[in-house]
C-alpha cells in the first residue's frame, strides 16, 4: 500500500480520537526529561529541540529556536542572571544545580562579521563548596538584546547532598597513583609527582556518569624530553583507593629598524627545495642599553637613540629553547633615522633555522586568532616553544610547552609551520576547555587549528623527506557514529574524522562565499564555537553547535545563513547532518509495474519554505540494489518537476529518492535516510496485513520481562514515535504513547509481537517488506532484532544509536528459512537494560512476497506508430505490423503505464483499459485503427497506446506510445 509522503511533519487529527488499543498497562511514569521538554516547547513553541546526554540520564542541548528575554540585560552581571534563571526553569532537563556553579565568563562573539548576528556567550565551571568538578560546565547562549538561544549542559546533575568530605589519605593515594603510572608507563617512575588535590570527578559506571570525590594527582618524567611521559592520575578519595580517571598529559604529533630571520617559508618543512628566506619577527623582545623593545606585527623596531641592539626568538607571545645547542642571538648597531635592519640566522643552519621557524608559526597563531576577535585573550601569554630534540620524526605538546624534533630517520626537522600550530593547537584546546579528548577530538581540532591558521588542508606537509605531509582535511575517513568514538583505533586517525569535516565546511563555504569570505566565514565560526562550547568530543552535537552560532534569526527550523555548507561538509564526512523543513517534496510513491517498456515517471511538486527559488531536483534510482543511477528533472511549469526512469527487464526491484535544490545553496530528500521502491514484475504477495482490521488477526505479543507494551492502534507522536500509522489509522508499536502511555520502551524489558503462521510452500526468494518507525539504544545495551522462525534475520548496530526520522520502508531478505517453508513467523523483539530508553518499534505495511518475472517475456513483437498529440473529440490513428497475416488485433489505451497482464500476456499500459478500435490483419500483416478521444477528456493529459494481435503462441503486444491531449 502507498500513500503520499510529504518532507515536513503534518499534526493529524486522528491523534485527538485515538483507536483502541489492544494491550492495557497501570499509568506509566512520565520520563522527566522529555515531559518537561514538551512543557518548555508548549510553553516557548514546538521549534525548540532536544538532544538527550549520552552519558547522563538529562538533557545536554537545548536549541533550535528562541525564548525572550525577561529583561534587557545591560551588562556582564545582566547575562549571569539570564543563565541562571534559564537553567533553573529547565531544571528538570539539566538537573544542574544553581549553587555548584561558578561564572568563567561572558564573551560577546563577533559573528555579524560574516553576516549573521552576534550572540553572547556565558560559560560556568562547575564545584561544590570549592571542589572542582572536572570538566563540568554549563553554557548559554544568547542574541546580545537577551534572548536565549540555547543551552548546554556538560555538568554533573543533583549534587545537593553529594559529600566532599576525603575518606582515603592523600599521601597513600599519591602511592597509589605512582604504581598505576609506573604500570601505564612500562616500569618508568615519574620525576615530578605534584600534590595531591581535591576534586571531584565523572566516573562511568555501567552507562551513566557519577560523581566520586578524588584526589588529582600529576606526575611526570622531564629527565629525557625527546621520550617525555606525563599523567594525571585520578584515585577515590571516597573510599577504596580505586584508580578512577586517568589522562594522558602528552600529544605527539608523529608522523625605526625591522628584525628579520631567515626561517621557512610558507608551509612545508625546511628542505632543500624549500630553503629559508627572510621573514619579518613580530612581538620580538629586543635589548638595548639594558632596556627591552618589542617589536610590532611587522618587526618593526623604534629605539629612542643609535645604539647597540640584540635579538634573540624570544618576544611577548613565544620564548624558543634551542635543545641542540646554546640559544641563537644576534647584535648590531641601529643608526640615527629610519632604516636600520638586523638579519638573525644569516647562516641558515638547520637548528637555527628551526628556532626562527618555531617563533614566527607560534607568532602565526596569534596574529591569526587577534585578526578574527582582536578580544580574544586565551594566547596571550608567552609559549615555551622546545626546538631541535635530539630525537626525530616527532613533536609533542606536554601541557607546559610544545616541543620540535630534529630532522633525521626519513624526517624533515618538525619545526615548521602546520605542525607547530598543531602542538600550540592541543595547547589551545585545553585553554579554550575543550581539552584533548582521547577519541580523537585533540588531534583532530589540533588538526584545524593548523589547517585554518595557514589556509591548507595539509597538516605536515613535507614532514617526510620523501616529501610526503602526515595528514590531509581532504580525506574521506566517515564518522563512525554517537556513541562510538575512537572506532579506527588511533588518535590521529580517529581525528581525521572531525578535521575533515572541519575543513570541508570551510572549502565549501569558500566556493559559495568566495575565498576571502569563506575563510572569514569559517574562522569566525570556528574560533566562537570555541569560545562558546566546550566539545571533547567528536559527536554530531558538534554541528549542532555550529548551526546555533550560524543562526541568524532563532529559528533553525528556516535555516541559517550557511546551513547547506556547514551541514553538507559534516554529512560529506559520514555525519548523519540536520533535517531541516527547508524545502517541500510532494510525492506519491509509484506502483509496482508490468511494464518492462516504462518509462516509471516520478513527478513532484517541490517548493522552497523560506522564500528561496527551487533551482534543480533529481532523482536517484537503483535497480536490484546495484549502482545508483542520477537523473535530472524537468520544471515544466509552476513547482511541478518530472522525470522518467527507463524501463527495467523483470523481474527487478527500483528503489528511488528524490532531491531537491535552492537558491541558497539549500538541499532536501524524499525520503530522508530511506528509499521509495517499486518492482517490475509480478509480484506474488504471500501475505500482507495493514492492521485495518477489527481484530488482532492472529498476530500475538507476549512479555518474557518486564512488561508487554506491544499495542495496536494510532500513534500519539510521543518520544521518537510517528504521529500517524504510516498508512490508515492504525499500526503496532511497543508503546503507542495513548493516555496513561510515555511511549518509551521501559527499563529491563524483553517481550515480542509475532505474526500468525504464515504459508510459503512452493515459494521461492521470499522477502519480508513493511514500514518502520525505530529508536533504540545501540545494541551494546538494548536490542531490537527481527526473527524468522527463531532465527534472527535483522538486528540494530551494536554502536550508535538507532533513531529514524519518521517512517521508512525495510526489506529483508528472509529466503533461507522461508523458502518452500509451510510455517512461517515472523518475530519482532525488544530486550532492553536498566536505563535509556527510546520509543522502540512502530511497524505497519507487513509484506511477505515474493517476484517474479513478467509473463511472456515482455519482449514486443509488434510495432505501433501513429499520432502522439490530440484533442478532446478529435480522432486519432494508428499502424500496427508484424502481425500474423488474418489475425485479429484491437488498439488499446489507458491512462496508466504501469502494466498489466491482458488474456496472459503482459502488457506495458495498465489497467483500466479501452479497445480504441479493432481489426484483422491484412496479408502482408498490417492494420489501420482510427478512434476518437472522449469529448471529456481533460486538456494536458497523458494518455498510453498499445496493441495487442492474436498470434499462433498466443498473444503478441506492441511497443507503447504516449498521447498527449492538448
Keep these: ?254 608522523a625605526s629598524g625591522t628584525i628579520s630571520s631567515y626561517a621557512t617559508p610558507g608551509t612545508e618543512a625546511n628542505s632543500s627545495s624549500n630553503p629559508p628566506t627572510i621573514q619579518t619577527m613580530p612581538f620580538m623582545y629586543v635589548t638595548s642599553n639594558g632596556t627591552t623593545y618589542t617589536t610590532d606585527i611587522n618587526g618593526n623596531l623604534a629605539i629612542p637613540s643609535a645604539a647597540s641592539v640584540t635579538a634573540r626568538f624570544q618576544g611577548e607571545f613565544c620564548r624558543v629553547y634551542n635543545q641542540s645547542g646554546s640559544d641563537h642571538s644576534v647584535t648590531g648597531s641601529f643608526q640615527a633615522g629610519s632604516g636600520n635592519s638586523l638579519v638573525m640566522n644569516s647562516a641558515q643552519t638547520e637548528a637555527i633555522t628551526s628556532e626562527a621557524s618555531c617563533y614566527d608559526s607560534v607568532n602565526d597563531f596569534n596574529i591569526w586568532l587577534k585578526s578574527i576577535d582582536p578580544t580574544d585573550t586565551h594566547l596571550d601569554f608567552q609559549m615555551r616553544t622546545n626546538a631541535n630534540l635530539n630525537s626525530t620524526c616527532n613533536a609533542y605538546f606536554d ?57 591548507t588542508p595539509i597538516v605536515g606537509a613535507g614532514f617526510f623527506t620523501t616529501g610526503g605531509a602526515i595528514r590531509n582535511g581532504l580525506n574521506t575517513r566517515q564518522y563512525c557514529g554517537d556513541g562510538n568514538g575512537g572506532c579506527y583505533g588511533q588518535v590521529h586517525t580517529d581525528g581525521e574524522v572531525l578535521m575533515g569535516a572541519l575543513w570541508k565546511v570551510r572549502d565549501r563555504l569558500n566556493g559559495t562565499l568566495g575565498n576571502t569570505a569563506g575563510d572569514l566565514t569559517a574562522d569566525t565560526l570556528f574560533l566562537a564555537w570555541m569560545n562558546a562550547y566546550n566539545d571533547g568530543n567528536i559527536t554530531s552535537l558538534v554541528e549542532e553547535h555550529w548551526l546555533v552560532l550560524d543562526d541568524n534569526n532563532g529559528n533553525i527550523g528556516d535555516g541559517t545563513p550557511n546551513f547547506a555548507d556547514i551541514d553538507g561538509g559534516f554529512r560529506q564526512q559520514g555525519f548523519p547532518g540536520i533535517d531541516l523543513d527547508i524545502i517541500q517534496i510532494l510525492h506519491t510513491e509509484l506502483g509496482n509495474s508490468l511494464s518492462e517498456a516504462g518509462p516509471y515517471v516520478v513527478d513532484a511538486d517541490i517548493t522552497s519554505m523560506i522564500g528561496s527559488t527551487v533551482t534543480s531536483a533529481e532523482v536517484t534510482y537503483t535497480v536490484n540494489d546495484g549502482a545508483p543511477t542520477v537523473m535530472n528533472m524537468n520544471n515544466p511549469t509552476g513547482s511541478t518537476w518530472s522525470v522518467g526512469i527507463p524501463g527495467q527487464i523483470s523481474p527487478a526491484r527500483v528503489k528511488y529518492h528524490i532531491t531537491a535544490y535552492d537558491a541558497a545553496g539549500n538541499s532536501d530528500d524524499l525520503p530522508r535516510n530511506a528509499e521509495f521502491g517499486f518492482v517490475v514484475g509480478v509480484e506474488n504477495q504471500i501475505y500482507f496485513n495493514d492492521f485495518e482490521g477489527a481484530t488482532d488477526e492472529g498476530w500475538t505479543h507476549a512479555q518474557v520481562a518486564t512488561q508487554d507494551d506491544w499495542q495496536r492502534g494510532t500513534p500519539a507522536g510521543q518520544a521518537e514515535d510517528p504521529s500517524s500509522a504510516y498508512s490508515g489509522s492504525n499500526c503496532w508499536a511497543g508503546d503507542l504513547g495513548q493516555t496513561g ?129 490530440g484533442s478532446p473529440g478529435g480522432s486519432i490513428s494508428y499502424n500496427v505490423s508484424n502481425m500474423q497475416p488474418g489475425s485479429n488485433f484491437a488498439v488499446l489505451a489507458s491512462m496508466s503505464n504501469s502494466g498489466s497482464i491482458i488474456r496472459g500476456q503482459a502488457f506495458d499500459i495498465g489497467l483500466p483499459y479501452i479497445i480504441g478500435g479493432q481489426g484483422v490483419a491484412d496479408q502482408n500483416g498490417n492494420g489501420t485503427i482510427t478512434f476518437s478521444i472522449p469529448q471529456g477528456v481533460t486538456p494536458g493529459t497523458i494518455g498510453y497506446i498499445e496493441a495487442g494481435a492474436r498470434s499462433a503462441l498466443g498473444v503478441d503486444e506492441s511497443n507503447m506510445l504516449t498521447i498527449l491531449v492538448l
Design 399 to 455: 601541557g607546559s610547552s610544545i616541543n620540535m624534533y630534529s630532522s633525521g630517520s626519513g624526517c624533515n626537522n618538525t619545526g615548521f609551520s602546520t605542525v607547530v600550530a598543531h602542538e600550540a593547537g592541543h595547547w589551545a584546546n585545553v585553554l579554550y576547555s575543550s581539552g584533548n579528548g582521547a577519541d580523537g577530538f585533540g588531534e583532530g581540532n589540533a588538526d584545524v587549528w593548523a589547517m585554518y591558521i595557514y589556509d
Design 741 to 869: 502511555w510515555n511511549g518509551i520502551y521501559q527499563p529491563n524489558v524483553n517481550n515480542y509481537l509475532e505474526s500468525p503462521s504464515i504459508d510459503c510452500s512452493g515459494e521461492q526468494g521470499v522477502k519480508l517488506r513493511f514500514a518502520r518507525s525505530l529508536a533504540v539504544e545501540e545494541g551494546i545495551y538494548d536490542q531490537a532484532k527481527i526473527k524468522v522462525n527463531g532465527v534472527t534475520v535483522w538486528e540494530n548496530q551494536a554502536n550508535g544509536n538507532t533513531i529514524d526520522s519518521g517512517w521508512n520502508i525495510q526489506e529483508v531478505d528472509i529466503s533461507a528459512i522461508a523458502d518452500n517453508n509451510p510455517d512461517v513467523r515472523i518475530r519482532f523483539t525488544m530486550e532492553s537494560d536498566s536505563s535509556v530508553e527510546f520509543g522502540g518499534w512502530t511497524i505497519d505495511d507487513f509484506e511477505i512476497s515474493t517476484l517474479g518475472p513478467v509473463p511472456g517475456g515482455g519482449n514486443d513483437v509488434l510495432l505501433l506508430s501513429g499520432d502522439t498529440i
Design 1 to 254: 500500500m502507498h500513500k503520499l509522503i510529504a518532507s515536513l511533519a503534518v499534526l493529524s487529527i486522528v491523534g485527538l480520537f485515538p483507536a483502541p488499543i489492544s494491550a492495557q498497562s497501570d499509568v506509566e511514569a512520565q520520563n522527566p526529561v522529555l515531559s518537561s521538554f514538551e512543557n518548555w516547547q508548549k510553553d516557548h513553541g514546538n521549534e525548540w529541540r532536544l538532544r538527550r546526554h549520552d552519558g547522563l540520564p538529562t538533557a545536554q542541548f537545548l536549541w533550535g529556536y528562541h525564548k525572550a528575554a525577561p529583561f534587557s540585560p545591560q551588562n556582564d552581571g545582566d547575562f549571569e542572571e539570564l543563565a541562571r534563571m534559564a537553567f533553573d526553569e529547565s531544571y528538570e532537563m539539566f538537573g544542574i544545580d544553581d549553587f555548584s556553579l561558578r561564572l568563567l565568563k561572558v564573551k560577546r562573539l563577533n559573528l555579524k562579521q560574516i553576516a549573521t548576528t552576534d550572540k553572547v556567550s556565558v560559560e560556568f565551571a562547575q564545584s561544590i563548596n570549592g571542589i572542582e568538578v572536572v570538566d563540568g560546565s554549563a553554557q548559554a547562549l544568547f542574541t546580545p538584546e537577551g534572548d536565549l538561544l540555547a543551552l548546554d549542559g556538560l555538568a554533573l546533575p543533583h549534587l545537593g547532598k553529594f559529600s566532599v568530605r576525603p575518606q582515603n589519605d592523600r599521601y597513600v593515594a599519591v602511592s597509589v597513583a605512582m604504581n598505576a603510572y609506573q604500570t601505564l608507563e612500562g616500569g618508568r617512575e615519574p620525576s615530578f609527582v605534584s600534590t595531591p588535590e581535591l576534586v571531584i570527578v565523572k566516573h562511568k559506571e555501567d552507562k551513566f556518569f557519577q560523581p566520586r570525590l578524588a584526589w588529582s594527582i600529576e606526575l611526570r618524567n622531564k629527565e629525557n624530553m625527546t621520550s617525555p611521559a606525563g599523567r594525571q592520575i585520578y584515585i577515590a578519595a571516597d573510599g577504596g583507593y580505586q584508580v578512577l580517571e586517568e589522562k594522558n598529559l602528552i600529544h605527539n604529533q608523529q
